[in-house]
């Protein structure tokens, strides 16, 4: 591969709305496609699936709680391709509604991957993005309707347009403590951590976008959360209103912005709309 050749890349691709996003940019992107997968055996087996359809994507592994999975990507991209044109943080969990795990439990792990584990392939992987390049955190409307369950301190916080990543780890490192010392609801959280997680996810997308406008200004790389609405997946179930296709679609646009686009930015998109954070 030579380091002028275009890549995209997802994360938790091997199924749902991750594969049915790989699909599309196969379909859609000029240039190379990268499949990433926990599972090595599964994410080779989407790809069979894909080059069965006709379709090319490459795949690497990737873990996103590992820092280590999560360099060896990082190392690879920047061998083969000198960089990253498209990343779609896609990669994601959320404990069952009847799951009995205890609370406190399923908010330290969905917190570790769905904010930490995003945030980590963002600080290793946003460095190696290339001028008009397109990064896209799959957050979720849960988001903005946990937001809305939250104290009035916490929102102010959340919606302020000063706040830096280091507040935003604190605040979601602060969430998984009040969840095992039972204060939660006291602290103004609400009893979600699938969508307390997402909040972070939501934030974090708003600070780097800032990050990006002060430090690569002339780069004109546009990121974005969005929410690809509620889909059919493992994940919501077989009675969720959308097919992971159609899942696909908002993700997909944000990720092709055309090269002259000047925003959206540093947004939340849903249904390729920008919604009020």
């Known amino acids: ?63 996103i709680d590992d820092l280590q999975s999560i360099r060896a990507l990082r190392d690879f991209l920047l061998k083969e391709y000198g960089g990253l044109d498209v990343l779609v943080n896609n990669a994601g969990i959320a404990f069952k509604t009847v799951d009995s795990t205890p609370f406190h439990i399923q908010a330290e792990v969905t917190m570790k991957t769905n ?35 939250c104290s009035p301190e916490l929102q102010q916080k959340f ?6 990543e280091e507040e935003l780890v604190g605040l979601m490192n602060k969430f998984v403590e009040d969840t095992k010392n039972g204060v939660h609801r006291k602290e103004g959280w609400p009893e979600t951590a699938y969508g307390v997680t997402k909040i972070g996810v939501t934030v974090l997308s708003r600070i780097q976008a800032r990050k990006l406008s002060e430090q690569r200004g002339g780069d004109k ?57």
């Open 221 to 277: 790389i546009l990121l974005n959360a969005c929410c690809p609405g509620w889909v059919r997946t493992d994940m919501a179930g077989p009675t969720a209103t959308k097919s992971p296709e159609e899942g696909a679609e908002t993700p997909v646009y944000l990720a092709l912005l055309p090269p002259d686009a000047e925003g959206p930015h540093g947004q939340f998109v849903s249904e390729k709309k920008v919604v009020q954070w």
């Open 159 to 164: 919606r302020s347009e000063t706040i830096t």
């Open 115 to 149: 904010f930490f584990g995003t945030q980590d392939v963002c600080t290793e992987l946003l460095p190696l993005i290339k001028p008009r390049g397109r990064v896209v955190n799959v957050s979720s409307f849960v988001s903005v309707s946990s937001l809305k369950k």
């Open 1 to 63: 591969m030579s380091s002028c050749a275009r890549v995209a890349l997802v994360t938790g691709a091997n199924k749902g709305i991750g594969f049915a996003i790989v699909r599309d940019l196969c379909r859609q992107f000029p240039g190379d496609v990268v499949l990433t997968a926990r599972s090595t055996a599964r994410g080779q087996a989407a790809v069979q699936q894909l080059q069965a359809e006709g379709l090319s994507p490459r795949f690497h592994q990737l873990d």
